[in-house]
C-alpha cells in the first residue's frame, strides 16, 4: 500500500545510530535504513537480540551493548564508533521502556526504569553525538521516536508520557541552539503499530485493550505499519528538507484529534441517522423562530 517512494540510495553514505534498534520498530526501521544505502549501527542491553538482528539485516550493520540511562557508558560507546567506523551522520532515539500502572502503584525505581530511558537516555545519545558533531564542524540529524501523549498526556503511562514531553521539550530548545551548527532535530509520533514487547507492556491481558492499542476508534480504522513510519524516519534524516527542525510529526491516522470531546463518533451514523437529526434541530429552529416576533435571521 505505502510502496518504495524514495531512489534507493536516498542515505547513501550516511552513518545512522539507532538506539533499541535490535526489536521491534527500531529493528524494522533498520532494514529500510540499510535498504536505502546507510550504514546502521544498533544499541540495546541484550548482546543476544542485537546480534541476532544485525545477522537478520542485508546490509552494514553494527552493534554495542549499551544502557542509554548510562550517561559515560554512552558517552565511551560513541567515542568507540567514531574511532572506529567514522562519524555518525544522523541518530534515532529510539529505545523505550514502558509499561500501564496505576500511578500511585508506582515505586521510584518504576518510575525512574520508563523515564529515565525515554529522558535520559535520548538526552546522553543526542549529547554524546551533537557535542561530536559540533568540534568537528559537521552537521547531524537526531530523530527521536515519542508519542501523541507529548499533547494529551495519558493515564496509566504517566512516566513514559512525561519523559517523551522532555524529549518533545529537548527537540524543540536544541533545534534552535544547534541550528548554527548544521545540527537539526526533529521527532515522529506515530499512533499504535503493534511490536511484541510494547503489546506485551501495553495491551497484557484481556481487560487492558483500550482505546491506545485499538484501531476502531481510529478516523482512518486501522493501526500503522511499519513502511510508514520507516518512509517518514528516513524522510527527516535525509537530506530532503534541509530547512525542517524542531517539529515533532504525528503519524497517527487521525487518532490524537478523535478524542472523545469531539464528535467523531458520528462516523457511525448512518444517512437515516443524518435525515433524523436535522429534522429533529430544524423543528427546535422553528420552534425558537415562532417565538422571535419577526426579528432574527440571516440579514
Ligand atoms: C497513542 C499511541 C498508542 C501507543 C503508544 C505507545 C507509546 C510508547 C510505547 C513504548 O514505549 S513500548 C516499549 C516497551 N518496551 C519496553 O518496555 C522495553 C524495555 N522494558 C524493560 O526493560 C522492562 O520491561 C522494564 C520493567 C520497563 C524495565 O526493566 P528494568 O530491568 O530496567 O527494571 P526492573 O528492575 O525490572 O523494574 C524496575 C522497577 O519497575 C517495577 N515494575 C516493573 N514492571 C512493573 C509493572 N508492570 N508495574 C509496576 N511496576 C513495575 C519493578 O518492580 C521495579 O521496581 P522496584 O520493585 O524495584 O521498586
Ligand atoms: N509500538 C508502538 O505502537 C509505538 C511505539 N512508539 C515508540 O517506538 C519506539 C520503539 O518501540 P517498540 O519497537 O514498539 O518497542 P520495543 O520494546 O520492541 O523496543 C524498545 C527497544 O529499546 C531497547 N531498550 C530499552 N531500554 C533500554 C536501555 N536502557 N538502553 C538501551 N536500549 C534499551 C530495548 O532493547 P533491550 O531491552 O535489549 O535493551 C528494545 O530494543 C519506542 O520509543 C516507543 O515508545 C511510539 C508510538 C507507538
Not at 529500510?32 to 546507510?38: C, P, S
Not at 496505576?102 to 518510575?111: G, V
Request: charged share 15%; aromatic share 6%; glycine share 12%.
Amino acid at each position: 500500500m505505502t510502496g518504495r517512494p524514495f531512489a534507493p540510495d536516498l542515505l547513501a553514505g550516511k552513518r545512522i545510530l539507532i538506539t533499541g534498534g535490535g526489536t521491534g520498530l527500531g529493528r524494522a526501521v533498520a532494514r529500510h535504513l540499510v535498504e536505502h544505502g546507510a550504514q546502521v549501527h544498533l544499541w540495546g542491553r541484550r548482546p543476544a537480540v542485537l546480534d541476532e538482528a544485525a545477522a537478520s539485516l542485508p546490509g552494514s550493520v553494527h552493534t554495542q551493548v549499551v544502557d542509554v540511562r548510562d550517561g559515560e557508558r554512552v558517552d565511551e560507546a560513541m567515542g568507540e564508533l567514531w574511532d572506529e567506523h567514522g562519524p555518525l551522520t544522523g541518530v534515532l532515539n529510539n529505545a523505550a521502556a514502558n509499561f500501564i500502572a496505576p500511578t500511585e502503584s508506582l515505586s521510584p525505581r518504576a518510575f525512574d526504569a520508563v523515564s529515565g530511558t525515554v529522558m535520559k537516555g535520548s538526552f546522553h545519545t543526542t549529547h554524546g553525538a551533537g557535542r561530536r558533531w559540533i568540534a568537528a564542524r559537521l552537521p547531524g540529524s537526531v530523530v527521536s521516536t515519542l508519542t501523541t501523549w507529548v499533547w494529551t498526556g495519558s493515564a496509566y503511562v504517566v512516566p513514559s508520557a512525561m519523559g517523551k514531553a522532555a524529549v518533545h521539550a529537548m527537540t524543540m530548545s536544541l533545534a534552535v541552539e544547534w541550528a548554527r551548527h548544521g545540527i537539526r532535530l526533529n521527532a515522529v509520533a506515530p499512533g499504535p503499530i503493534p511490536t511484541e514487547y510494547a503489546w506485551q507492556m501495553l495491551n497484557p491481558t484481556g481487560k487492558s485493550g483500550v482505546g491506545a492499542t485499538q484501531a476502531d476508534q481510529i478516523p482512518m480504522g486501522r493501526m500503522g505499519t511499519v513502511e510508514e513510519l520507516a518512509n517518514l524516519t528516513m524522510f527527516l534524516l535525509s537530506d530532503a528538507c534541509p530547512y525542517l527542525t524542531g517539529q515533532t510529526i504525528a503519524m497517527d491516522g487521525g487518532q490524537m484529534l478523535a478524542g472523545p470531546g469531539t464528535f467523531a463518533g458520528l462516523a457511525e451514523m448512518t444517512d437515516q441517522d443524518w435525515a433524523d437529526a436535522r429534522a429533529k434541530s430544524e423543528a427546535a429552529t422553528a420552534a425558537s423562530k415562532a417565538q422571535r416576533g419577526g426579528l432574527g435571521g440571516p440579514h
